[in-house]
């Protein structure tokens, strides 16, 4: 081999492709361990109203110090990731010095009866709150679909001036809306949109004035609706079905 000025060049070449490796790891060792390289800035970005500053401080300072190629970026964004609040999260370098933070919030639409809040894509949270929210009791798994309900009732609702308080979603998947000003709606387990859009039709010329002793209105007829009153004194529409106080008329077709 030593006669062999070809075979020569080849280990030449070799060795210094090698020698380059060992000083391009040795340089990456020396930047990875290096003082010199801080992070000094954290932007975090995105609209925060509920996730408490300490909190997004404490992850920072426990996962993003020192060398900005030593930061645990992936810690920090599983710690983000598990605040209360946070639904989505990124965290990436900004060399020579930055890391960003991208936090997206849960937006909390309801209650859940047994313990906790429903975000805006149905999913079930724990975080502390004083806010006032509507209360969803409904099977585990149904957040999503009461949700969807909750925005469609709501859009029907609002230009009557009526919110919805309670949303019950039962296990035989029949629906009754409890409004703010304590009358419940009873839709049952179909066509539940268009029979609430009935009873916003119905609102204004027969119910609203009534509304005070109105309990519960029944909604899962074919052809009317049924009412049941606080009292007795009140006496229900005549070309209605109806309930009063003491008892009540069920219908074949009710659904």
């Known amino acids: 081999m030593w006669d062999n000025a070809g075979a020569l060049k080849r280990v030449t070449r070799w060795l210094m492709i090698l020698v380059v490796l060992i000083l391009l790891g040795a340089l990456a060792v020396w930047v990875y361990n290096s003082p010199y390289f801080p992070v000094k800035q954290v932007k975090i970005e995105g609209e925060i109203q509920r996730t408490g500053g300490k909190q997004l401080q404490a992850v920072a300072q426990k996962y993003i110090r020192g060398n900005i190629f030593r930061a645990d970026l992936n810690g920090a964004q599983e710690a983000f990731a598990k605040l209360p609040w946070v639904d989505k999260v990124t965290v990436r370098r900004r060399l020579p010095d930055t890391v ?3 936090l997206v919030e ?6 859940w009866k047994e313990a906790g809040l429903i975000d805006s894509n149905g999913n079930l949270f724990n975080a502390a709150t004083d806010e006032k929210f509507p209360v969803f009791s409904g099977e ?7 949700v969807k309900h909750f925005n469609e009732f709501s859009a ?5 001036g ?7 979603y039962s296990p035989r998947s029949a629906w009754t809306v409890g409004l703010d000003n304590g009358i ?3 839709l049952g387990r179909e066509n539940e949109t268009k029979r609430l859009q009935r009873f916003a039709e119905m609102w204004p010329g027969i119910l609203q004035a009534q509304q005070g002793n109105l309990a519960y209105v029944d909604m899962r007829y074919r052809d009317g609706f049924a009412v049941r009153y606080h009292d007795k004194q009140q006496e229900p529409q005549a070309d209605t079905p109806s309930e009063n106080s003491a008892s009540g008329v069920e219908a074949q077709n009710r659904q």
């Not at 585990?140 to 009461?146: L, Q």
């Not at 029907?156 to 009557?160: A, D, E, G, R």
């Open 140 to 146: 585990p798994g149904t957040g999503k679909i009461m």
């Open 156 to 160: 029907i609702l609002k230009p009557l």
């Open 184 to 186: 419940s709606v009873r």
């Open 106 to 111: 849960r937006i909390p639409v309801a209650r």
């Open 100 to 102: 960003e933070i991208d």
């Open 162 to 168: 009526l919110a919805v308080a309670e949303l019950e």
